[in-house]
Each structure stands twice: as C-alpha cells, then as structure tokens.
C-alpha cells in the first residue's frame, strides 16, 4: 500500500512539473508578442512628414554633404529621389552632372532659366554654354517680368539676353511675346489656373537651370520658383503673387503666395508628364535674386552644382546644404524671415515632389 501511494505521489509531481514548463512556454510567446505590437503601432501612427524629417535629417544634419554622397545608389530605392552634385563650379562639373542623371531628352528642347537684370548674378554662359551646345537644337526660354525692370517688355528683354550672352549660344524664345496660355491646377488650394507664356506648348522637354539663391518675397529661389514664377507670363506671375486672387502682387498672404508658386509649378510638370529636369547651380549665394540688379554680395562661399528629375527634392537639398554651411546665417535668416520652408512642405503635400531625398556625390 506505501509503495502504491508513492507512486501515485511520483506521478501527481511530474504531471505538474510538464503543466508548469507548458505555462512558462505560452507565457513567453505571449511577452514576444505584446512586446513587438508598439513598433507595429508607432510605425502604422507615424505620418509621412516625421518620416520625411527622420530621411532628411540623416542626409542633412547628421551626415556631412560629402558622407551623405558617398552612399550607395542601392539605397535610392527607399531613401527617396537622387540627388547628383559636384563641388566642381565649371563648365564641366555642370556637364557631369547633368550627364550623371543619364537624361535623353528628345524632340524639341527648352532650357530654362533667368536671364537676370543688368547687374545680377545671373547663370554665365562661360559656365552653362558647352551643356546648352550640347543638346540637340536647344532654344534658351524665358519670360517677360510683371515688376517693371529691363525685362518687363520683349523688345527689352531680348535685348537683355544678348547683352548677357545668351542669343550667342542658342536661339532665345521670350515664350509670352505674344500672351498667355492656361494650364489647369490640380488639387491645389489657391489656384485653379496656372497662365504660361503661349509658346510653352512648343517645347517638348524642358531642361531647368537655376541659379540658387535667396529672394526678397519667397526667401530662396531655385527650381520651383523656375519652372513657377519663371515659366508664368508676366499675367501669370502677377496671379501666383496674389495668391490667386487677382489683387494686390505685393501686399496679399505670404503663404498663399509660397503655396500658390509651388501649385504653379505642378501645373507645369503634369503637363510635361515627366519630359523635364532640373539643375542647381549654387554659386554667388547672395540674399537677394536675379531679379534685382544691385544684390547684396554674397557672404558665404560657394557650393557646388546638384541635379535631379525631383524638384522639391532638389531644392530641399540645397536648402539643407546653407543650414549646414557655418557662413549660411544671412541666407537662412532670409529664408526663414519670408517662412521659405513653406513652398517645399507645400509643394510635397500636392505632390510635386518628395522633401526626402538621396544626395550622391559624383566627385572623385
């Protein structure tokens, strides 16, 4: 009978030890389990614009412009468009990093840029004129400003372009010399229509050489202000700095006005359905733009050039390349005091294109 009982006593104590060991187990997946539902919560809570921040700082604070270029092409799938750049400020740093987006533009081809008031620091045909030659039969496009100046009318302004050298490398089209052209604006929030120079609808491929910046209205200039304010007609640049309100160019709401430039120019770049790109040539950063014949001469050292085929991007690059600058404070101060920013959070909220980016040095 003891011997009966203790083999009961053996076999009750290892019934319980294999029902603990299994409890112990569930319990442990149940731990793994809780434990990794936050990180799926915070990733499914987390908006694309602290993601955009979380991209942009690691390009653009943390890392060095150089650091941020030596990373590999690989990553350019999740870490956003590419954005080429060279600290070589000569006429071949620019044809390398145009040649770097590996481009094939076709058909009838626009450059665009400013050809800058006497006096500015407007792009030297000593620095863009090889790339220009280089296309197949480019032709420099412009528009008349609505501000008064040396190119408020055509006569005028053609004659601007060639003093500046421009007629001598490629044949220049004043594209509002003979009025506007409408172009819808989809999703935006101050204007419907966008009014370009009516030669726009010649080109096939536009090509967007921008001089970077500052300016006295929008705080920078690069190239959403380009193919925006660039591309209007002096009827359509009037519209985009009145918000879209047909009044006053100079005393309407700023943000209107940034929100209006970057909707504008999401006008243009679905209409060219993708036929566009664009570079920046970051040289003589003064404070003040093209548009104005007596900038303040630059106090901060030059750059370099960037490209892309994502124009907020690009100019989100720059942009984070003054912050990062030790001799940018004159031009961040103006940025900021005209609240700059917005147009790039505006222009990635329409979807003209993406504040993260990938900066790949195409230097040595």
């Known amino acids: 009978m003891k011997q009966s009982i203790a083999w009961m006593l053996c076999l009750l104590l290892l019934v319980l030890t294999v029902s603990g060991c299994q409890t112990s187990a569930s319990s442990g997946s149940s731990s793994s389990v809780s434990e990794s539902a936050p990180a799926s919560s915070q990733g499914e809570e987390s908006t694309p614009e602290s993601s955009d921040e979380t991209a942009l700082s690691s390009v653009g604070e943390e890392s060095s412009p150089a650091e941020s270029g030596s990373s590999s092409p690989a990553a350019e799938e999740t870490s956003g468009p590419v954005v080429y750049m060279t600290t070589d400020l000569t006429f071949q740093g ?16 626009a450059v665009k840029l400013s050809t800058g008031e006497p006096g500015s620091n407007y792009l030297r045909t000593d620095l863009i004129g090889e790339l220009v030659q280089s296309l197949d039969n480019p032709t420099i496009v412009e528009c008349n400003t609505a501000y008064g100046g040396q190119r408020a009318n055509t006569a005028m ?103 209006s430039m970057a909707e504008a120019g999401k006008s243009v770049v679905d209409y060219l359905e993708g036929n566009i790109l664009y570079i920046n040539v970051m040289n003589r950063l003064s404070v003040d733009c093209d548009c104005d014949g007596s900038p303040a001469e630059p106090d901060m050292h030059d750059i370099g050039i960037l490209a892309s085929f994502d124009p907020v991007a690009l100019d989100q690059a720059c942009i984070d390349l003054v912050y990062a600058a030790e001799d940018g404070d004159s031009l961040v101060q103006r940025i900021e005091s005209r609240n700059g920013l917005h147009t790039l959070e505006h222009a990635d909220a329409i979807g003209l294109g993406s504040r993260s980016y990938e900066l790949v040095s195409i230097d040595e």
Request: aromatic share 10%.
């Open 94 to 109: 620019l044809v390398n990093v145009y040649e770097a987006l590996n481009a094939a533009p076709t058909g009838n081809i």
């Open 157 to 259: 302004h053609y004659q601007v372009a060639e003093d500046h050298g421009y007629t001598a490398i490629a044949d220049v089209d004043i594209m509002d010399e003979n009025g506007s052209m409408t172009l819808p604006v989809e999703g935006g929030s101050n204007l419907t229509e966008n009014y370009v120079g009516s030669n726009f609808a010649n080109y096939d491929y536009f090509v967007v050489l921008s001089h970077f910046k500052g300016h006295a209205m929008a705080g920078y200039g690069g190239a959403i202000k380009n193919i925006s304010i660039g591309i209007a007609s002096s009827e359509g640049k009037a519209h985009i700095h009145s918000g879209g309100t047909g009044g006053s160019m100079w005393g309407g709401d700023q943000d209107a006005f940034l929100e």
